[in-house]
């Protein structure tokens, strides 16, 4: 038997009476309604009355985490210790050695080449990895994929002089020793170290972290840079990215000058972790976008090579060509908040963003910067409570339930940390 046919017409119909008989329903009985989806005035009475109840005291999913469990999320927050660290206990406990390329030669076969960078990088993944739940600490997270630490070794090798670039907020979790001595005593290479983004930090700050790095690195030149000119912001100048960077001339007259060579274009590598900086360094030497920068950690997945026009020439007249290589976790025994919390690892795949928001409430007052409602007695606050807290302010609610979503307010926070709206940077004793 045939179907009967169902003009357009008459689905209109028939989808708009079902939409009016849900609106009956729910129409019967309100109580319901402002339980699904209760305003904001609703939810801060109800917050004033009894405690908020975290989302996963609810969910009734078995498989999920129930922070509620943690003590170090339901009690008191730390008390702020300030951010001072001591560098030479931590590259005593950090420094790992990175695989390095094995030696090769023009004669060798692709083939034989690869087969012999699989078994070095083998045999180095499985020593490292060994070195999980040791006594110093555990493993960060750090690459393990050979074809990115390829990328390394080619960048290392056709450059002229190496750039490291580090974020100015804690530089020595992005100059590992290893890398350190793979580039001036392997490698044989002049390297510079440039410090971005250092218009989030004060100025004395950035005194002391060229100071102290210029001591325990002598071989390197320190260069402090900034997208943006700050000596130029003001209401009658709006400073354009890139083109009104600091700290550019300064990197190019250093590289022209610790490579002295006769040969008329210059090759700059540019490496380094994710998310410090790199491809808005190379905009920034360009003066314009050349490469696409984002703040998502391991946005550049190739290197990328560009040659600088006539207009950017180094002091000495020679030209410039640029590489910029994919940002490189190196292997360290660090926390993982640590990481998180300066970039390393994309936010949107922290399973559990309240370590490391907890780690930064020992830095900063994070109630009084974010202006939360809480109660007046500090003793009875926990991280949840500010996650909590800051979901009710910005609306964060959970779809079905309508409770505070502390989940993406934790999540929200840690982006707002790495943007630099919330200021957390380490000082050297």
Not at 61 to 75: L, S
Not at 106 to 125: N, P, T
Not at 290 to 311: D, N
Not at 346 to 363: I, M, S, T, W, Y
């Given at each position: 038997?045939?179907?009967?046919?169902?003009?357009?017409?008459?689905?209109?119909i028939?989808?708009?009476?079902?939409?009016?008989r849900?609106?009956?329903?729910?129409?019967d009985?309100?109580d319901?309604?402002?339980?699904?989806?209760?305003?904001?005035?609703?939810?801060?009475s109800?917050?004033?009355?009894?405690?908020?109840?975290?989302q996963?005291?609810?969910s009734?999913?078995?498989?999920r985490?129930?922070y509620?469990?943690?003590p170090a999320?339901?009690?008191?927050?730390?008390?702020i210790?300030g951010a001072?660290?001591?560098?030479?206990?931590?590259y005593k406990?950090?420094?790992i050695?990175?695989p390095?390329?094995?030696?090769?030669?023009?004669?060798?076969?692709?083939?034989?080449l690869?087969?012999?960078?699989e078994?070095?990088?083998?045999?180095?993944?499985?020593?490292?990895?060994?070195l999980?739940?040791?006594?110093?600490?555990h493993?960060?997270?750090f690459?393990?994929?050979l074809?990115?630490w390829?990328?390394?070794w080619r960048?290392?090798e056709?450059?002229?002089?190496?750039?490291?670039?580090?974020?100015?907020?804690?530089?020595?979790?992005?100059l590992?020793v290893s890398?350190?001595d793979?580039?001036?005593?392997?490698m044989?290479?002049?390297?510079?170290?440039?410090?971005t983004?250092?218009?989030l930090?004060?100025a004395?700050?950035?005194e002391?972290?060229?100071k102290?790095?210029?001591?325990?690195?002598?071989?390197?030149?320190v260069?402090?840079?900034?997208?943006?000119?700050?000596?130029?912001i003001?209401?009658?100048h709006k400073p354009k990215r890139?083109?009104d960077?600091?700290?550019?001339?300064?990197?190019?007259?250093?590289?022209d000058?610790?490579?002295?060579?006769?040969?008329n274009?210059?090759?700059?590598?540019?490496?380094?972790?994710?998310n410090?900086?790199?491809?808005?360094?190379?905009n920034?030497?360009?003066?314009?976008a050349?490469?696409s920068?984002?703040?998502?950690?391991g946005?550049t997945?190739?290197?990328q090579?560009?040659?600088?026009?006539?207009?950017?020439?180094?002091?000495?007249?020679?030209?410039?060509k640029l590489?910029?290589s994919?940002?490189?976790i190196f292997p360290?025994l660090?926390?993982?908040?640590?990481?998180i919390?300066?970039?390393?690892?994309?936010?949107a795949?922290?399973?559990?963003p309240?370590?490391?928001l907890?780690e930064?409430?020992k830095l900063?007052?994070?109630?009084?910067?974010?202006?939360l409602?809480?109660?007046?007695?500090?003793t009875?606050?926990?991280?949840?409570n500010?996650?909590?807290?800051?979901a009710?302010?910005?609306?964060?609610l959970?779809?079905k339930a309508?409770r505070?979503?502390?989940s993406r307010?934790?999540?929200f926070?840690?982006?707002?940390?790495?943007?630099?709206?919330?200021?957390?940077?380490w000082?050297?004793?």
């Amino acid at each position: 038997m045939r179907a009967k046919p169902f003009s357009g017409k008459a689905k209109k119909i028939q989808l708009q009476e079902r939409k009016h008989r849900k609106q009956d329903k729910s129409n019967d009985s309100t109580d319901v309604e402002d339980e699904i989806r209760p305003d904001k005035q609703h939810l801060a009475s109800l917050a004033q009355k009894d405690r908020l109840v975290s989302q996963w005291e609810h969910s009734g999913v078995k498989d999920r985490v129930n922070y509620r469990e943690n003590p170090a999320y339901v009690n008191p927050l730390p008390k702020i210790e300030g951010a001072v660290v001591d560098i030479q206990e931590f590259y005593k406990s950090t420094n790992i050695p990175i695989p390095i390329r094995p030696n090769w030669t023009y004669s060798m076969s692709k083939g034989e080449l690869e087969s012999r960078e699989e078994r070095y990088f083998k045999q180095w993944l499985e020593s490292v990895l060994v070195l999980d739940n040791h006594e110093a600490g555990h493993l960060g997270f750090f690459e393990q994929n050979l074809e990115v630490w390829r990328q390394l070794w080619r960048v290392v090798e056709i450059s002229d002089i190496l750039v490291i670039v580090a974020d100015i907020r804690f530089p020595i979790l992005h100059l590992p020793v290893s890398l350190y001595d793979y580039i001036t005593a392997a490698m044989k290479k002049p390297l510079v170290l440039a410090l971005t983004k250092c218009d989030l930090v004060e100025a004395s700050t950035v005194e002391s972290w060229v100071k102290t790095l210029q001591q325990q690195f002598p071989a390197i030149r320190v260069v402090p840079l900034s997208i943006f000119n700050l000596e130029e912001i003001g209401e009658e100048h709006k400073p354009k990215r890139y083109e009104d960077a600091t700290g550019i001339k300064e990197l190019l007259a250093a590289c022209d000058e610790l490579f002295p060579g006769n040969k008329n274009l210059l090759t700059i590598g540019m490496i380094g972790h994710p998310n410090v900086g790199k491809s808005s360094l190379v905009n920034a030497l360009a003066g314009k976008a050349v490469v696409s920068a984002s703040k998502t950690p391991g946005h550049t997945k190739h290197f990328q090579t560009i040659f600088l026009s006539h207009e950017h020439v180094l002091p000495s007249g020679r030209y410039i060509k640029l590489c910029d290589s994919p940002g490189i976790i190196f292997p360290m025994l660090v926390p993982k908040h640590l990481q998180i919390l300066n970039g390393l690892y994309n936010v949107a795949q922290v399973r559990d963003p309240f370590g490391a928001l907890l780690e930064a409430a020992k830095l900063v007052n994070l109630p009084r910067i974010l202006k939360l409602d809480l109660p007046p007695d500090e003793t009875d606050w926990s991280i949840l409570n500010v996650c909590e807290a800051y979901a009710v302010k910005r609306g964060f609610l959970t779809a079905k339930a309508a409770r505070p979503d502390v989940s993406r307010s934790a999540n929200f926070l840690l982006r707002m940390i790495l943007d630099g709206q919330i200021l957390i940077h380490w000082i050297s004793t």
